[in-house]
């Protein structure tokens, strides 16, 4: 990514989604990790990881394809599709309440953004998890909106990546969330019988019915620097064998060694790597190669 | 209390036990006693059926759940003949949590992959108390896989609490063995008939769960977390647990109401461990009128069916 795009204004999605990432009004930030004091300016330029200790932190679904996608030509997918209260569930409070807040608490329909653009020049299709809307949880409406945006990608046989960052699937609507892993798995099969390539990028945190379908399903699976992934969480685990889990354990770099994952690409080299890496697998130019088409103009 | 009856069965269990007593007293033919146990076995069976008659999620859970209910084996032994156990994932081990095989179904050769819970302490302990690990879920694969290239319709038993959430589990990833058995089931050329038989827990029962027919016992509970889990996650008490099941909605009725459930099979008053055989024969029936139902559609409908069904999951009407 050139330096004119990382320091370009951000549009109003943007800091929308920046707000609704947790990050405090103010001039500066603690990072969660190693507790440096980052100034919040130099934080956005560094893609909002920590420039001391290369902490990843959690960003928004629209923060997300923004910094990944090329700025121009992007067209957002599945606007319509609303999350739906089959069940009428209530517990302490009605999940209709529930998800009414968590749309004016995010200005997001649901837990999934999905976009058509370019990446370095090439037609993509990107989804995205929105975490704080419901803990990134996949019910009907991210089933359906990621379905949507395969069946996109397969139409126009290009790449589709997936950006996770979810607790699993969402009890408020029980099996016909459990079935959400069926449907996603079963476009992606598509997909992979057509010859279209799918990347799984986890960021943290990926766990339970999103690991055990979409995530873990890709031509390549891919993490996030310090990323958590894995079907059950460390608490459950922990309850269940009754002894204290090992340093490290469900992170990126663990994935990496118990061959999980291909690689760990950090935030910063997302775009060149997944570029590269897909025209090698579409058996197109490496768009970064000197002499290919210019990184499309970044003041966008 | 007696543990061969649930706790909101023990009206029902002192009723059976007051006939016993009687008996061992009238053994020296006394008409009085023969009327009177007759006129308890009565009063039993009434009191059986105004109790089933409105059972909570909760209690549905229970019987799901009850330590007699049958399991994988229990049908497999009576519905099927010719039954051959194939051990292995061919990468790691034998996960004893699942037991797969072929075997016949009236004649014609099917695949057969169950998870059974295991009865008596031993054998839970093998078989991890019905939690496959990640080459559980392989061997299932390899045997589908088989199933497809030898034309055998697949017929899967439901029946775990859960996949195994352990270390060793997750260090061999079981999300992609559970992911990839979705993706591949979704495609299997061949017929795919899976019936919930006791507890259908999440991830791990969805694994072997993808079909062209889904079916419940009517006393079998199907979840996308134990209602334990849900309880302990909203009400941070699984004392909730009751309200947990209500309001997932984990019943047969409610899930043919939702359309994810085909067909409910019957069981006998009291649930299906008081009459295993009778059980076996509903669900035989079943999965023989649906074996010819599927079998008489060509294989790119059958495909399509099922593809279209699973596009359509949650969408609203």
Redesign the interface.
């Known amino acids: 990514m050139s330096w004119l795009e990382r320091i370009k204004p951000k549009g109003p999605a943007a800091a929308k989604a920046e707000r609704s990432s947790g990050v405090p009004e103010g001039l500066w930030k603690k990072c969660p990790k190693c507790t440096a004091p980052l100034y919040r300016p130099e934080l956005e330029r560094n893609l909002d990881v920590c420039p001391k200790c290369d902490h990843h932190m959690r960003i928004g679904a629209r923060r997300r394809l923004d910094i990944f996608l090329d700025p121009q030509g992007r067209e957002e997918l599945a606007v319509d599709v609303e999350p739906v209260d089959q069940l009428k569930f209530k517990d302490v409070k009605k999940y209709r309440d529930r998800l009414a807040d968590a749309q004016k608490q995010t200005g997001e329909k649901d837990a999934l953004v999905a976009m058509q653009g370019t990446l370095h020049g090439n037609p993509i299709v990107a989804v995205a998890f929105e975490f704080s809307f419901h803990g990134g949880s996949m019910g009907y409406a991210v089933g359906e909106k990621f379905t949507r945006a395969a069946q996109r990608a397969l139409e126009l046989r290009c790449p589709l990546v997936c950006f996770s960052a979810t607790g699993g699937a969402r009890m408020q609507e029980a099996l016909i969330s459990l079935m959400q892993m069926a449907k996603t798995s079963a476009i992606l099969e598509r997909l992979k019988q057509s010859g279209v390539p799918y990347v799984s990028f986890m960021t943290d945190p990926v766990y339970g019915g999103v690991s055990a379908s979409l995530a873990m399903l890709g031509d390549l699976n891919v993490a996030e620097p310090g990323a958590r992934a894995g079907f059950a969480g460390p608490n459950i685990i922990e309850q269940t064998i009754r002894q204290k889990l090992p340093k490290g354990f469900q992170r990126s770099e663990f994935l990496l060694e118990h061959g999980h994952i291909d690689m760990i690409i950090a935030r910063a080299d997302m775009r060149a790597r997944l570029a590269q890496l897909l025209a090698k697998l579409q058996g197109l130019q490496n768009p970064l190669a000197d002499g290919a088409a210019a990184e499309p103009a970044s003041g966008g | 209390m007696n543990l061969n009856y649930l706790a909101f069965e023990q009206p029902i269990a002192e009723l059976e036990a007051k006939i016993e007593e009687l008996q061992l007293v009238g053994s020296d033919n006394d008409l009085n006693i023969a009327d009177e146990v007759a006129k308890l076995r009565a009063k039993s069976t009434k009191l059986t059926e105004s109790i089933y008659a409105k059972l909570s999620a909760w209690q549905i859970v229970q019987v799901a759940r009850h330590p007699q209910r049958p399991y994988a084996l229990d049908y497999i032994s009576r519905v099927f003949d010719d039954w051959d156990e194939l051990h292995g994932d061919r990468h790691f081990g034998d996960d004893r949590a699942i037991v797969a095989g072929i075997a016949r179904l009236d004649g014609r050769p099917v695949a057969v992959i169950g998870e059974e819970k295991g009865r008596g302490v031993s054998e839970k302990v093998k078989r991890n108390f019905g939690m496959p690990k990640p080459e559980g879920y392989r061997k299932a694969l390899r045997l589908m896989e088989m199933a497809e290239r030898f034309n055998m319709p697949v017929i899967t038993l439901i029946d775990t609490p859960g ?5 060793d ?8 063995a ?3 058995n ?6 299997l050329k061949t017929p795919i008939i899976c019936t919930v038989i006791g507890e259908g827990s ?2 791990g029962a ?2 072997i ?2 079909g062209d027919k889904i079916n419940m016992l009517q006393y079998a509970t ?4 134990s209602p334990e ?2 309880a302990n ?3 941070k008490t699984s004392d909730k647990a009751p ?2 099941a209500e ?4 019943t047969s009725s409610n ?1 043919q109401r ?1 359309g ?1 459930v085909d067909e409910t099979i019957a069981e006998p008053l009291g649930g299906a461990h008081r009459d295993i055989d009778a059980v076996a024969a509903t669900l035989k029936a079943t999965l023989i009128k649906q074996l010819a139902q599927l079998s008489a559609l060509p294989e790119e409908t059958l495909l399509e069916n099922r ?1 279209q069904r ?2 359509g ?4 009407a």
């Open positions: 996949a195994y959430p352990g270390i589990s997750e260090e061999r990833n079981i999300s992609e559970i992911a990839r979705l993706a591949v089931m979704s495609r999440s991830g969805l694994a769960g993808v199907y979840f996308v977390i889990g849900c996650i909203i009400w309200d947990a309001a997932m909605g984990v899930l939702l994810i593809f699973l596009m999951y949650g969408r609203p």
